[in-house]
Structure formats: C-alpha cells, structure tokens
C-alpha cells in the first residue's frame, strides 16, 4: 500500500477504491472540521505505524475508531510515499485549466 503506485493501488482489491484509504477520506470528511491543525499537529507515532501496517498487510486498520489527527497523519504519509506524481504529468496542464478540468474530471 504504502510506497506503491497509485494506479496499482487502486487495482489492488475488490473494488476500483480500496477500502483503507476510502475509510481514511470518510474519516476525514466527517471529522477533520473540528480538528484544527489536522495535517500540522503531531499525531500519536504509535497508532500511525498502526495503520500504516495494517494496510501494507492489506488488514482491517479499524480507521473509524483511530484518532483524526493519526488518520490525517497516515493519510499524509501515503501521499508523500507515492513514487509517482499525484497528478500524473499528461493531465496537469488539463486539471490546472479550470474549465479543462471540469470536462476531464480531474
């Protein structure tokens, strides 16, 4: 999970969007508002790592239940981790148009 491409990560499992980091933006979504600082604060490096090897073990990392601030922390760490851009290089410029990315969906 951790340190893969985006693409490969997306393909890995059932669905086209696996269910850790769906858990982590439905977290986010629902909690990060009243946490302010949420990607500033340091989180707990314990429950981090947790997480962090519960989904390089393609386990269940109980995100509901973890705090917002290490979900927030292990979220930003998959980021970082990517190997690739987030953006990839042939749709940049379409997704820095505002009107080209309406149509491309970015």
Known sequence: FYGNKL???????DSNFPSGLQDMLMKLHSQAHTQQGIFRKSANARVVREIREALDNRQDAGIPQKDVLAVGAALKDFLRKLPDCLVPTQAYQSCIEPR?????AC
């Open 100 to 104: 080209a990315c309406m149509k491309a």
């Open 7 to 13: 693409d490969a990560v997306m393909r890995d499992g």
